[in-house]
T-cell receptor
Framework: GAVVSQHPSRVICKSGTSVKIECRSLDFQATTMFWYRQFPKQSLMLMATSNEGSKATYEQGVEKDKFLINHASLTLSTLTVTSAHPEDSSFYIC???????????????FGQGTRLTVV | QKEVEQDPGPLSVPEGAIVSLNCTYSNSAFQYFMWYRQYSRKGPELLMYTYSSGNKEDGRFTAQVDKSSKYISLFIRDSQPSDSATYLCAMLKANNLFFGTGTRLTVIP
């Protein structure tokens, strides 16, 4: 399957600082990327959907000024957690939707996830 | 009511057993149905993908969809310890994926 690379895999930061997470589609173009958040033993919660070259669409309850999403190219999207607090500690996962093929644009590939710990 | 319901388990089975994982959904607008496997502290990986009612088989895995009952299943035959993971069902509607909570499966050697 297609490869989505997410970096870093783990990050520990101090409260009040900002953290940037990168998501790259390595061997395909992804016009749409998704950012999820997953708490322990819970499912993935969609935070926002980003389309290349346009503003991200945030889900209800997600602060767009706190979770900045940039989708500058067809292969790169970034999530910046600004002024992080301990309650932002979570597992963040990106997903990129592949274009074309028999399945059209329905197949989503996931990054490895980023474990963020805010101390 | 959540749009996608999945029993979180945990589910423990002996090696070689047949595993049945299930999800129900409430919205008939869901078009595509997926099963993902997620190992601890990793991102989900797509296992199976189907869009119509019926069965789809891939090796030891069989995905089953019953749109009339709004019920999907994943069967794992001859389960192996390496199958131990969390299995998430997911459904696509209007370019958005809706996930179940995931079922944690442990296959005991």
């Amino acid at each position: 399957g297609a490869v989505v690379s997410q970096h870093p895999s783990r990050v520990i930061c101090k409260s009040g600082t900002s953290v940037k997470i990168e998501c790259r589609s390595l061997d395909f173009q992804a016009t749409t990327m998704f950012w999820y958040r997953q708490f322990p033993k819970q499912s993935l919660m969609l935070m926002a959907t980003s389309n290349e070259g346009s503003k991200a669409t945030y889900e209800q309850g997600v602060e767009k000024d706190k979770f900045l999403i940039n989708h500058a190219s067809l292969t790169l999207s970034t999530l910046t957690v600004t002024s992080a607090h301990p309650e932002d500690s979570s597992f963040y996962i990106c997903s990129a939707r592949a274009r074309g093929g028999d399945r059209g644009n329905t197949e989503a590939f996931f990054g490895q996830g980023t474990r963020l710990t805010v101390v | 009511q959540k749009e996608v319901e999945q029993d979180p388990g945990p589910l423990s089975v002996p090696e070689g057993a047949i595993v049945s994982l299930n999800c129900t959904y409430s919205n008939s607008a869901f078009q595509y149905f997926m099963w993902y496997r997620q190992y601890s502290r990793k991102g989900p990986e797509l296992l199976m993908y189907t869009y119509s009612s019926g069965n789809k088989e891939d090796g030891r895995f069989t995905a089953q969809v019953d749109k009339s009952s709004k019920y999907i299943s994943l069967f794992i035959r001859d389960s192996q310890p390496s199958d131990s993971a969390t299995y998430l069902c997911a459904m696509l509607k209007a370019n958005n994926l809706f996930f179940g909570t995931g079922t944690r499966l442990t296959v005991i050697p």
